[in-house]
């Protein structure tokens, strides 16, 4: 059974790291591309970052560059965001998201991905 399994959340104070971990089961994340979305309470959710089924691409939204690193390991199965030098308004819950059938560049689109995970809460505050 397809599974997305997302991990690392937590508290955390405001400039604070926090590592974000998706683990697929039930399937291989190689071939497809991954996106992390976030979902804040009163808010739309937003595409964070995606990232090509090779890795070679790459896309953020403009909010996090700088902070935010998008990675994946298919021999593990697992994507990441390292978030680094987090605000308050990166409070979220947040997902990660296989796209089955990945344009050639990743696309931050909702719509564009098709299974996702559960989400972490991700809370950053003094």
């Known amino acids: 059974q397809l599974q997305l399994v997302e991990s690392g959340g937590g508290l955390v104070q405001p400039g604070g790291s926090l590592r974000l971990s998706c683990a697929a089961s039930g399937f291989t994340l190689d071939g497809y591309a991954i996106g992390w979305f976030r979902q804040a309470p009163g808010k739309e959710r937003e595409g964070v970052s995606c990232?090509?089924?090779?890795?070679?691409?790459?896309d953020y939204v403009e909010s996090v560059k700088g902070r935010f690193t998008i990675s994946r390991d298919n021999a593990k199965n697992t994507a990441y965001l390292q978030m680094n030098s987090l605000k308050p308004e990166d409070t979220a819950v947040y997902y990660c998201?296989?796209?089955?059938?990945?344009?050639?560049?990743?696309?931050?689109?909702?719509?564009?991905?098709?299974?996702w995970g559960q989400g972490t809460q991700v809370t950053v505050s003094s």
């Open positions: 990232i090509s089924s090779n890795g070679g691409s790459t």
């Open positions: 998201a296989v796209d089955w059938a990945p344009p050639l560049r990743c696309r931050l689109s909702s719509n564009e991905f098709d299974d």
